[in-house]
């Protein structure tokens, strides 16, 4: 709608602009006048081109103040082309005249005023054609405005309808058009003012009334031209318009309006019981109505509004009215498919993450008696099915789980698709039986139509205690309870409970403390020796510990694993780097031949340049780069593997020895070994000792050796717990050892008076 008044105001102001050049040009008497007159429509039409096209309010104010000055320049050119036309001479009427320009010019002076008194009108947004746009908001000053323009206008009213009925009945028709012509303009202007319609229509009226002074004053022709034009004109008009008598006669109508009753205009008797019909009221007897209403039904749903206006003469006496009926259904349903695409999932049909908040956080804060759990689903192994079989089939799964959360919900439940393969619900907590709903979960499967497939899904679920808190933290806490069942096959069900609660909340505690615990170390680093084949020492791997002043002695599955997962890993590594290189540079004498390891950890690489931080280190306490070790395990290569190849060959190239741990644990590529620019294999022994057939787990152990010493690797085997084991690695050919049999974790204290006995004694057994 915007676009077609945009597209007919520039037509207009074009056609304006060509009539007043056409007027200059004339060398008849009035064409001065007419041409000012043009050129003075042409301002408020621009205003509201402005309006129509703006969508932010400086620029739709803009619009405005160009809107109401052109309507008192339009006055005022108005009254002045009246006074030409109708032959009322200047002079004669001076005083009079004078009082108008004034009234008019200190409207225009006013509106000067108002961006700093405010006193004339503001503006509001409102949304047309699914876009903002900004209408006036009327105040004092425009009233007055309105009574200024209203004067000038009523006054000219009175100066054409004087001439015409003072002049001979065949020169009154000139007068008659135009009169009728600004009559009309004039109701249409007013009826925009009170109606309050965004877009002012009423400037197709006002250029009509522009246009037609300029063909009457200029290129007279009879009455009947300008009643067909008039009809053509509102023929054309996007809305349904239907006039009527004093007796509710329907007299005319327009294309539209035969369009909607499905009538001819030749058969005008029809129109009333058509239109009572269709519409349940049509505000008969009424001065000045509106309503909106909706006709039919399902997908023959149609939706309408109607403005009904009463028309009166100079007495107050109703001698007509008409009807504007106007269809909305398209704007409406294009809006409803706009909201529906905003807040439903495209593929599942689900409510959006987004929208699922809102419409929970609405219905909790409203329905305050009633008690509410959050349930988090979640597709265990989800990016398995669209690797190993498409997108496609990875679509199907979430659909089929879309709909059967449908399915098996209620009308007082909300659920929607919250993430990749996530999907969220909430419900009345006493409208659903667990049990039932683990068994339904267990029996979970979809079909292609020939092979069954069991998906299995895993639900956390929040009983809503404190509504206060934040949608977003009870499908986290929802989440939380659900992550702990993630890797179990059996149960599908986990309730959130005080104990995760406790879990969150030491996590965030020594999150917070380990800023200070840096600081004032009581982060340390442990050393476990690592033994060569004849069990001397001749190195340590370092392992952190925190001696926390209340709760002790803090062993490291802790707190490595919450560090791990917010990324503060990087934080505790870096330290222990620093008291490696620290460790290093202090010691003298037999323990300068010894080496110290140091963890990696993948988040490493998310928070710094790893081999930077590390080679600065090693220049900043003037260490040979051979005795700090770099220890990776094989998820640092599971990400970016080319750029962390570059990186390990970088170490290595500048002195570094680099190890790779827990091989054998995992699932390490052989195909990635051969490429992988390392020094040292370390072995896990714990596979060997969890494998069900203890022969084919050593002959793995045994070619695992001697693929490494193929290679050109030391093995370093760590686990080690018993004399039998010790003595089984070194038949095989392991080259270093690291465990239990040897040594615990122990403080740099202890490792060092470790290191200095074995010095005194080089002849003492490996287990020292």
């Known amino acids: 709608m915007r676009l077609f008044f945009a597209i007919i105001y520039s037509v207009l102001i074009i056609l304006l602009v ?79 005249c004078y009082v108008i320009y004034a009234i008019l010019t200190l409207d225009i002076i006013q509106y000067f005023f108002n961006p700093f008194f405010g006193q004339a009108f503001g503006m509001e947004a409102i949304t047309v054609d699914g876009s903002p746009y900004y209408r006036l908001v009327p105040y004092f000053g425009q009233t007055c405005h309105r009574i200024a323009v209203y004067f000038a206008f009523f006054t000219s009213l009175g100066i054409f309808l004087l001439k015409a009925i003072r002049v001979p009945r065949i020169y009154a028709e000139k007068y008659y058009v135009i009169l009728f012509t600004m009559i009309f303009a004039g109701f249409w202007q007013s009826y925009y003012i ?22 009457f004053s200029l290129f007279y022709r009879p009455f009947r031209l300008l009643d067909r034009m008039l009809a053509n004109i509102a023929s054309k008009i996007p809305e349904s318009v239907f006039f009527f008598d004093a007796n509710d006669r329907c007299i005319w109508i327009n294309r539209n309006a035969e369009k909607l009753v499905e009538l001819q205009s030749d058969n005008l008797d029809r129109v009333q019981h058509r239109l009572q019909a269709m519409f349940d009221d049509l505000g008969e007897g009424e001065d000045n109505w509106s309503t909106k209403q909706q006709v ?13 206006h009463i028309v009166t003469d100079s007495r107050s006496k109703k001698i007509g009215s008409f009807l504007n009926i106007h269809d909305h259904t398209e704007d409406i349903l294009n809006h409803q498919r706009e909201m529906y695409e905003a807040t439903h999932d495209k593929l599942t049909g689900l409510f959006t993450k987004e929208h699922l908040f809102n419409v929970i956080k609405h219905r909790i804060a409203i329905d305050k008696d009633t008690s509410y759990s959050i349930a988090y689903f979640d597709i265990k192994d989800f990016k398995m099915v669209n690797d190993i079989f498409g997108n496609t089939a990875g679509d199907n799964v979430l659909v089929r789980v879309a709909n059967w959360i449908k399915e098996n919900s209620r009308d007082n439940w909300s659920y929607g698709r919250i993430g990749g393969d996530a999907f969220g619900v909430c419900f009345p907590t006493d409208t659903v039986r667990l049990a039932i709903v683990e068994d339904k979960l267990s029996k979970f499967v979809i079909s292609n139509g020939t092979i069954d497939q069991h998906i299995l899904l895993h639900v956390g679920i929040y009983h809503v205690t404190d509504t206060s808190i934040d949608v977003s933290i009870m499908f986290d806490r929802a989440h939380l309870a659900q992550t702990s069942i993630k890797n179990e096959y059996n149960t599908h069900i986990a309730i959130y409970d005080d104990k995760m609660r406790d879990q969150v909340l030491w996590g965030q505690k020594i999150s917070a403390e380990l800023e200070s615990a840096i600081d004032q170390r009581e982060i340390v680093p442990y050393l476990q020796p690592i033994v060569d084949n004849k069990g001397n020492i001749i190195g340590a791997e370092a392992l952190v510990r925190w001696l926390h002043p209340k709760e002790g002695f803090l062993p490291p599955f802790t707190f490595i694993p919450i560090f791990e997962k917010n990324g503060m890993i990087a934080d505790v590594d870096l330290y222990i780097w620093r008291c490696a290189c620290e460790i290093l540079a202090s010691w003298t004498g037999e323990k300068e031949k010894l080496f110290i390891s140091v963890n990696i950890s993948p988040k490493d690489f998310y928070f710094m340049d790893v081999f930077a931080e590390i080679d600065k280190l090693v220049n900043e306490f003037k260490i040979n780069p051979n005795r700090l070790r770099i220890e990776i395990t094989e998820t640092v290569m599971m990400t970016d593997a080319e750029s962390r190849m570059a990186m390990l060959k970088r170490f290595r190239e500048n002195g570094y020895i680099v190890e790779m741990d827990d091989f054998g644990s995992g699932y390490s590529s052989l195909n990635q070994l051969k490429d992988m620019p390392l020094d040292v294999l370390k072995i896990d022994m714990k596979f060997l000792s969890k494998a069900e057939d203890n022969m084919k787990a050593e002959t793995i152990l045994r070619n695992v050796l001697r693929l490494s010493s193929d290679l050109g690797l030391f093995s370093l085997t760590e686990g080690v717990e018993t004399e039998d084991q010790y003595n089984m690695l070194s038949q095989m050919g392991c080259n270093l050892f690291q465990g239990y049999y040897f040594a615990k974790p122990m403080s740099v204290s202890d490792y060092e008076k470790l290191c200095d006995a074995q010095s005194l004694n080089k002849k003492s057994s490996p287990r020292t």
């Open 18 to 96: 060509l009539c007043g050049m056409i007027s200059r040009r004339s060398k008849r008497t009035v064409a001065t006048s007419v041409s000012y007159l043009e050129f003075s429509f042409i301002v408020p039409i621009v205003g509201n081109l402005i309006l129509v096209l703006s969508q932010n309010e400086l620029l739709s104010t803009l619009g405005s103040y160009t809107y109401f000055i052109g309507m008192d320049l339009m006055a005022f050119s108005l009254f002045d082309f009246t006074l030409s036309y109708c032959n009322i001479p200047w002079r004669a009427h001076r005083k009079k």
């Open 194 to 215: 009170f109606s309050r319609t965004p877009i002012d229509r009423s400037m197709v009226a006002l250029a009509v009334c522009a246009l037609l002074i300029f063909y």
């Open 296 to 308: 039919g039904s399902g997908k023959n749903t149609r939706f309408y509004s109607l403005e009904r």
